[in-house]
């Protein structure tokens, strides 16, 4: 595709309940990154993958929290038994590692709101 | 730990005003500056990126300036216009080591109002 792409572009859930998002990133980008924004607030960081494993996973904020790349390209962020704190923008970028800026594109990102 | 800070938070000009929006951070050991744009409820789109070596970056009526040592950038807007409202996020890169390190680190954003 053109650009990054995310899916659902809104997740309204129950708190307890387990959602998935989904990152489908620029054709042939390696590197692919999941970042986080509350409301007010920049994105904070919270996993890179290159190719199919986790690079650093530093910015995960427990294990409730886990992303897989299986195949080197779409990418899913899972959250187990949801908490009303994790309602935020969930935002998804990807970045080509043969091009010296590494610039980052970013998709427009998974709203989600845990009631 | 990097810090990114932004100032001010929020900003109203009128139409035609050339304006400054301002950027710090923290650790000096960088490898690019990104500015971005964000649209109320979108995602980011890149305005400029500045590799550590360079000083400054243009693109039409944006122009991005870097001073590295002393932790500064600046996004100059000239002649702004209506469209131009919206939040503007600055990111920063560490330097490279490993295969990790690659993430940005953010600013909170500058909130800009251009008033026809």
């Known amino acids: 595709g053109a650009g990054v792409s995310q899916t659902p572009s809104n997740k309204v859930t129950e708190k307890g309940k387990y959602v998935e998002l989904r990152c489908d990133p620029i054709?042939?980008?390696?590197?692919l990154y999941w970042y986080r924004q509350s409301l007010g607030q920049g994105p904070e960081f919270l996993i890179y993958?290159?190719?199919?494993?986790?690079?650093?996973d530093s910015g995960l904020p427990n294990d409730r929290f886990f992303a897989v790349r299986p195949e080197g390209s779409v990418s899913t962020l899972k959250i187990q038994r949801t908490e009303r704190g994790d309602s935020a923008v969930y935002l998804c970028?990807?970045?080509?590692?043969?091009?010296?800026?590494?610039?980052?594109?970013f998709g427009p990102g998974t709203r989600l709101t845990v009631l | 730990k990097q810090e990114v800070t932004q100032i001010p938070a929020a900003l109203s000009v009128p139409e035609g005003e050339n304006l400054v929006l301002n950027c710090s951070f923290t650790d000096s050991a960088i490898y690019n500056l990104q500015w971005f744009r964000q649209d109320p409820g979108k995602g980011l789109t890149s305005l400029l990126l500045?590799?550590?070596?360079?000083r400054e970056q243009t693109s039409g009526r944006l122009n991005a300036s870097l001073d590295k040592s002393s932790g500064r950038s600046t996004l100059y807007i000239a002649a702004s216009q209506p469209g131009d409202s919206a939040t503007y996020l600055c990111a920063v890169r560490p330097v490279i080591s490993s295969g990790s390190a690659r993430q940005l680190t953010f600013g909170s954003g500058t909130q800009l109002t251009v008033l026809p």
């Open positions: 993958f290159q190719g199919t494993g986790a690079a650093d």
């Open positions: 500045i590799q550590s070596s360079q």
């Open positions: 970028a990807s970045s080509s590692t043969r091009l010296a800026d590494n610039e980052q594109f």
């Open positions: 054709s042939g980008h390696t590197a």
